[in-house]
């Protein structure tokens, strides 16, 4: 059975940072490309980020230079590293796998709020 574990959200300040996780369980992870989604409330979810099996990346617009995201396919983690958070990124984070299946994750929340 296919799982995909996330940990690190939370409450944060503006200008704070969250280090989110995701472990997935039952797939060969090294295979997929991993992604990050968000999605607030009223709002349709939306790709942050992804990082294919090469380590190519990519990112949404508005958070450039702020998030980073890394995987490491030792651990078979995927990491999301937020800077410089915004209330504007307050949502449920979600974790994809992608390759010749389609998985989520159950969100984990973050929260920017002073």
């Known amino acids: 059975q296919v799982q995909l574990v996330e940990s690190g959200g939370g409450l944060v300040q503006p200008g704070g940072s969250l280090r989110l996780s995701c472990a997935p369980r039952g797939i060969m992870f090294s295979a997929y490309t991993m992604g990050w989604y968000r999605q607030a409330p009223g709002k349709q979810r939306e790709l942050v980020a992804l990082?294919?099996?090469?380590?190519?990346?990519n990112y949404q617009d508005s958070v450039k230079g702020r998030f980073t995201i890394s995987r490491d396919d030792a651990k078979n983690t995927v990491y999301l590293q937020m800077n410089s958070l915004k209330p504007e990124d307050t949502a449920v984070y979600y974790c994809?796998?992608?390759?010749?299946?389609?998985?989520w994750g159950q969100g984990t929340q973050v929260t920017v709020s002073s």
């Open positions: 994809n796998a992608n390759w010749r299946q389609n998985y």
């Open positions: 990082i294919t099996r090469d380590g190519s990346t």
